[in-house]
């Protein structure tokens, strides 16, 4: 996927950079959504991606990432 694929920002229409792309690759599977890839059992195998993307250009984030689990205090 590249720049030129045509995947720009819902709010200014800039086109994702190569960075963004980079994380949205290490944060998916190539077969579904960035929290399971299709397969809810994916959720063991990998780590649910802590980070926003934001957009290079506006700085407002596209997909946010999952909080990170706060151990709970007793």
């Not at 949205?24 to 959504?33: I, M």
């Not at 991606?49 to 957009?55: F, G, K, N, Q, R």
């Not at 984030?61 to 007793?74: D, L, M």
Request: net charge negative; with cysteine; charged share 15%.
């Amino acid at each position: 996927m590249s720049e030129s694929d045509g995947a720009t920002c819902p709010f200014c229409g800039a086109a994702w950079s190569e960075d963004m792309l980079t994380q949205l690759d290490r944060s998916t599977v190539a077969s579904g959504c960035a929290c399971c890839g299709g397969a809810p059992a994916l959720h063991a195998a990998a780590a649910l991606p802590t980070e926003d993307i934001c957009c290079a250009t506006c700085g407002r984030a596209i997909y946010r990432g999952f909080a990170a689990k706060q151990e709970s205090q007793s």
